[in-house]
């Protein structure tokens, strides 16, 4: 079984920096993908981060130059260093998770808890 643990939101003026972060907890997993999605009360979930092992990155054209995702493959940790925030980013952010356990055939796609993000003044 996989479980996402998510940290790092919270509250920061415009033009604020935060770091999330996800790491996988299971053992004996092998990490395809690993992504960043965000929600407001609403509307649905929209993804602003991905990486796809080994490195190549997609951004939504939101969030091109002001955040960047990476992942540390020894923690199985993903993380989304947010730059320059503004109030239009304020949302729950969730990681997103895609991959398998070696030796069956057995893949998974895990969801975090989400952490919430708030920018205003």
């Known amino acids: 079984q996989v479980h996402l643990v998510e940290s790092g939101g919270g509250w920061v003026q415009p033009g604020g920096s935060l770091t999330l972060s996800c790491t996988v907890s299971g053992s004996n997993v092998k990490v395809y993908a690993m992504a960043w999605y965000r929600q407001t009360p609403g509307n649905q979930r929209e993804s602003v981060a991905l990486?796809?092992?080994?490195?190549?990155?997609i951004y939504a054209d939101s969030v091109k130059g002001r955040f960047t995702i990476s992942t540390d493959n020894t923690k199985n940790t993903v993380y989304l260093q947010m730059n320059n925030l503004t109030p239009e980013d304020t949302a729950v952010y969730y990681c997103?998770?895609?991959?398998?356990?070696?030796?069956?055939?057995?893949?998974?796609?895990?969801w975090g808890q989400g952490t919430q993000v708030t920018v205003s003044s």
């Open positions: 997103n998770v895609g991959g398998s356990f070696p030796g069956t055939k057995q893949q998974f796609d895990s």
């Open positions: 990486i796809i092992d080994p490195g190549s990155t």
